[in-house]
């Protein structure tokens, strides 16, 4: 069932322009796609790329197309259509105009969850820093360590903290799901050889292509389903097919993340680089 909204007069978007809104705590972009300045169609999409979350307001592009000003992912407002990861497409909203005012089927807008029982956790080989929510009354010291379920899959992290009510409206990166154990620091320590190895095989190859990549560290995730390679280089088909030749090669999936992104928003653990 459709649940139309104001969002307010059309006319505040010119010919060619855009502009963002808040509704329900989603951000919201809409683009006024035209040509020559005549009125033409308007268009609404979650205004968070689906690769890192960065706005798209921003981005450049004419037409239908915008592009992400972060790592320059090309998007068509009018499908959602990524271009370079068709997997990763943004997500849309109906608009509609009436009399002159601009409105919004909100109906798939969901109020912004607010984590429960949030706390500041330092995680992966990277040590990215960011909010988890954990049962309703655990509680943890701080730096202790606990498993983690992400975006990427179930790692280890360290508590930092637990988070103050003002930092409540954050979003999750995900769950803790217990605390470490000694067990746990076992299978760990097996893993050494597998990060070793992996990490080893991978500089080989990119010495014998002669390709300008450097990897830099390695590690494998908490559930022993997923390597990471972390990089310093751009991303390039070389890469990916290195990835694929990897993941061929090796039980577990190989992902190429580039040390200076932070994991992907929601499921694209592929750090950017469309491998694994
Ligand atoms: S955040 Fe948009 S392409 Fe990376």
């Given at each position: 069932m459709t649940n139309w909204i104001p969002l307010g007069d059309a006319s505040e978007i010119s010919p060619g322009n855009r502009k963002s809104y808040t509704i329900r705590g989603t951000e919201i972009a809409v683009f006024h796609v035209a040509d020559n300045e005549q009125p033409g169609e308007f268009y609404a999409i979650h205004d968070s790329c689906p690769h890192q979350g960065a706005s798209l307001v921003d981005g450049d592009g004419c037409g239908t197309e915008v592009t992400c000003p972060l790592h320059d992912w090309t998007f068509d407002v009018a499908t959602g259509a990524c271009h370079d990861f068709p997997e990763f497409p943004l997500t849309r909203y109906e608009v509609k105009l009436e009399d002159g005012v601009l409105l919004l089927d909100a109906s798939t807008i969901e109020e912004e969850e607010i984590p429960v029982n949030p706390f500041l956790v330092r995680y992966g080989a990277m040590g990215w820093v960011d909010h988890f929510e954990a049962d309703e009354d655990a509680t943890y010291a701080h730096r202790e360590r606990v498993i983690l379920k992400t975006s990427r899959g179930e790692e280890v992290g360290e508590i930092l903290a637990a988070a103050g009510v003002q930092e409540t409206s954050v979003s999750s990166a995900g769950t803790i799901l217990r605390e470490f154990t000694p067990a746990d620091q076992e299978t760990l320590a097996r893993q050494e050889d597998v990060r070793a190895r992996v990490f080893q095989d991978c500089q080989t190859l990119i010495q014998e292509r002669g390709?300008?990549?450097?990897?830099?560290d390695c590690e494998q995730l908490f559930d022993q389903q997923t390597v990471v390679l972390y990089y310093l280089g751009s991303r390039m088909p070389a890469l990916e097919i290195l990835a694929q030749e990897l993941n061929a090669n090796y039980a577990w999936r190989i992902v190429f993340h580039p040390v200076d992104e932070a994991p992907a928003a929601s499921g694209c653990s592929s750090g950017g680089c469309g491998c694994g």
């Amino acid at each position: 069932m459709t649940n139309w909204i104001p969002l307010g007069d059309a006319s505040e978007i010119s010919p060619g322009n855009r502009k963002s809104y808040t509704i329900r705590g989603t951000e919201i972009a809409v683009f006024h796609v035209a040509d020559n300045e005549q009125p033409g169609e308007f268009y609404a999409i979650h205004d968070s790329c689906p690769h890192q979350g960065a706005s798209l307001v921003d981005g450049d592009g004419c037409g239908t197309e915008v592009t992400c000003p972060l790592h320059d992912w090309t998007f068509d407002v009018a499908t959602g259509a990524c271009h370079d990861f068709p997997e990763f497409p943004l997500t849309r909203y109906e608009v509609k105009l009436e009399d002159g005012v601009l409105l919004l089927d909100a109906s798939t807008i969901e109020e912004e969850e607010i984590p429960v029982n949030p706390f500041l956790v330092r995680y992966g080989a990277m040590g990215w820093v960011d909010h988890f929510e954990a049962d309703e009354d655990a509680t943890y010291a701080h730096r202790e360590r606990v498993i983690l379920k992400t975006s990427r899959g179930e790692e280890v992290g360290e508590i930092l903290a637990a988070a103050g009510v003002q930092e409540t409206s954050v979003s999750s990166a995900g769950t803790i799901l217990r605390e470490f154990t000694p067990a746990d620091q076992e299978t760990l320590a097996r893993q050494e050889d597998v990060r070793a190895r992996v990490f080893q095989d991978c500089q080989t190859l990119i010495q014998e292509r002669g390709m300008p990549t450097e990897i830099i560290d390695c590690e494998q995730l908490f559930d022993q389903q997923t390597v990471v390679l972390y990089y310093l280089g751009s991303r390039m088909p070389a890469l990916e097919i290195l990835a694929q030749e990897l993941n061929a090669n090796y039980a577990w999936r190989i992902v190429f993340h580039p040390v200076d992104e932070a994991p992907a928003a929601s499921g694209c653990s592929s750090g950017g680089c469309g491998c694994g």
